[in-house]
């Protein structure tokens, strides 16, 4: 008997497997090894090393000068009690381009690299900002389908553009859930091929009516960045970002099996050089000197669209109805690289804050604490 059923189960496994592979759900073995197997309920900001990568490559590292009064003052006692509920890795303030604090939690150094999730959307359109100014691509009023023939022979896929995709416009068929593991953003993350999880996936409204966050529409611009190229889209970043920048460290951008990055998520670096991506917003595109990236497009990138009421540019969220401006690269589970233009600051966040909460238009309530007490704790 008990040799009949364990046969049993041992089939009814078989066929679970084979049907998996069948409807193309085998990333949910991925996933599983990734997650549960390693004491994890989901991703996590340290789930980097567990993926094939490419290294963005650092130049000549130019450190951050700290403030005359760097860490001498501390974080306000409601800020310090928020951040450490939220599991909280890193807390960066730079106030004037100088590194005038910097906080870490749960074993975090300056050293340590954690996943940057969708902050990299913002990464990514960067790079195809700079493709536009280098000529490599024409403009993102470009159609995606001349980079993609068949999506000329898609329902609305013959309008959809750049512009369409780095605004979050494109109308994908496409439910941004990060709990089911057998809807699309699973299968990115955790499947071989970013071909199969994004492309030719189809529409549900005519690109550039409707105002939705979809991580689809950061991959597939991140497809059309990748024609555009005779190199991977690492190397770019390593050649017109990190090197620039003086970043202190090499990063690694997660790619999927064939070597396509993951555009949508995943650049795995330090916060000192996350900072470094906001203050070159705060420079207007410039840095050490250099125009890094042309400023008529880094203030396209923090115009808020109409579309998404005034909550989103280009990769970009923007809260211009808070007391204090501030626009934001934003990742899951908190990750934040905040610049707040009037106080001349960049604040950097990183985590794993789970209990999120979001204002009427999507943004979540955290960023403006930050904002507030910083702002209020940290003047001239």
Request: net charge neutral; hydrophobic share 35%; aromatic share 14%.
């Amino acid at each position: 008997m008990l040799e009949k059923t364990l046969k049993g189960i041992l089939v009814a496994i078989a066929a679970l497997i084979a049907l998996a592979y069948t409807f193309g759900y085998d990333y949910l073995f991925k996933g599983i090894r990734e997650t549960y197997l390693r004491g994890e309920s989901g991703s996590s900001i340290d789930d980097g090393s567990y993926f094939k990568s490419h290294t963005i490559v650092k130049g000549q590292s130019i450190p951050w000068i700290k403030d005359s009064l760097y860490n001498q003052k501390a974080l306000p006692k409601n800020l310090v009690e928020d951040l450490k509920q939220s599991k909280t890795a890193s807390f960066l303030i730079i106030k004037n381009g100088k590194l005038i604090h910097e906080q870490y939690w749960d074993g975090y150094t300056e050293t340590s690299k954690t996943n940057s999730f969708s902050m990299a959307k913002a990464v990514t359109v960067m790079l195809v900002g700079k493709a536009v100014e280098q000529k490599k691509i024409k403009s993102f009023d470009e159609k995606f389908a001349g980079f993609f023939e068949n999506y000329n022979n898609v329902p609305f896929g013959k309008y959809l553009t750049l512009a369409n995709l780095a605004e979050m416009e494109a109308g994908l068929n496409w439910n941004e859930d990060y709990n089911n593991p057998f809807l699309p953003n699973a299968k990115a993350y955790y499947g071989n091929s970013l071909e199969k999880a994004v492309l030719l996936r189809g529409f549900k409204d005519q690109p550039g009516t409707q105002f939705e966050y979809q991580s689809g529409s950061t991959q597939l611009l991140g497809f059309a960045l990748r024609k555009s190229l005779d190199k991977t889209i690492a190397e770019y970043a390593s050649e017109t970002l990190w090197q620039p920048l003086g970043m202190e460290q090499n990063a690694d951008w997660n790619t999927d099996d064939f070597g396509m990055e993951k555009t949508f998520c995943c650049i795995n670096s330090n916060s000192r050089d996350f900072a470094k991506l906001g203050q070159l917003f705060l420079n207007n595109g410039e840095f050490n000197g250099k125009q890094i990236l042309n400023q008529q497009f880094i203030n396209k990138m923090r115009t808020p669209t109409q579309l998404s009421e005034g909550a989103y540019g280009m990769g970009l969220w923007i809260n211009n109805d808070a007391p204090i401006k501030h626009y934001y690269f934003r990742g899951l589970y908190g990750q934040y690289i905040i610049v707040i233009p009037e106080k001349d600051m960049v604040i950097v966040r990183t985590g794993m804050d789970k209990r999120e909460t979001f204002d009427d238009k999507g943004r979540p309530v955290q960023v403006t604490l930050y904002v507030n007490e910083v702002a209020k704790n940290f003047l001239d």
